[in-house]
């Protein structure tokens, strides 16, 4: 006998995450009020996005008709091209590391759970466990003047 919503528990059903449809509701609404809207997108291995914009794994992007070009909102992912110092550039990444989607102008919009896996290093994503060292510190050439 199936439960209140006429739905039969016994049958194995998949049904789809929220999260993409939030996403472009979000987008929607921030284009029918004239707001920016911007993302913010968790970076590791499975995204192409410009890694010199990249901070503490993460990068927020301007999703603005204005800012980029063939946006496509998906079930799985989302991809556009945008220019970056004035270079083209195609974006693409899983909407399960999109980590929020906001208003540039308010900041309202909502935030997501994201997975962060174990085996992503912390820091910038974009540089070698060599790089992310820091440099060896120098004794300061300044004086001190009483």
């Known amino acids: 006998m199936g439960n209140f919503f006429g739905s039969d528990s016994s049958k194995k059903e998949t049904i789809?995450?929220?999260k993409p449809y939030l996403i472009r509701a979000l987008f929607d609404w921030?284009?029918?009020n004239s707001y920016t809207?911007?993302?913010s997108i968790f970076v590791d291995q499975n995204v192409q996005v410009p890694f010199e914009f990249v901070k503490n794994n993460e990068i927020v992007l301007n999703l603005a008709p204005s800012a980029c070009k063939d946006l496509e909102l998906?079930?799985?992912y989302i991809s556009f091209k945008a220019r970056f110092s004035g270079v083209a550039r195609d974006i693409m990444f899983p909407v399960t590391h999109v980590m929020a989607i906001y208003s540039k102008e308010n900041s309202q919009g909502m935030s997501f759970p994201v997975n962060i896996p174990t085996d992503t290093p912390p820091g910038n994503s974009n540089k070698s466990s060599s790089e992310q060292k820091e440099a060896p510190k120098t004794k300061s050439h300044l004086k001190l003047v009483k």
């Open 74 to 76: 998906g079930n799985e």
């Open 30 to 32: 921030c284009v029918d």
């Open 37 to 39: 809207p911007y993302i």
């Open 16 to 18: 789809q995450s929220t």
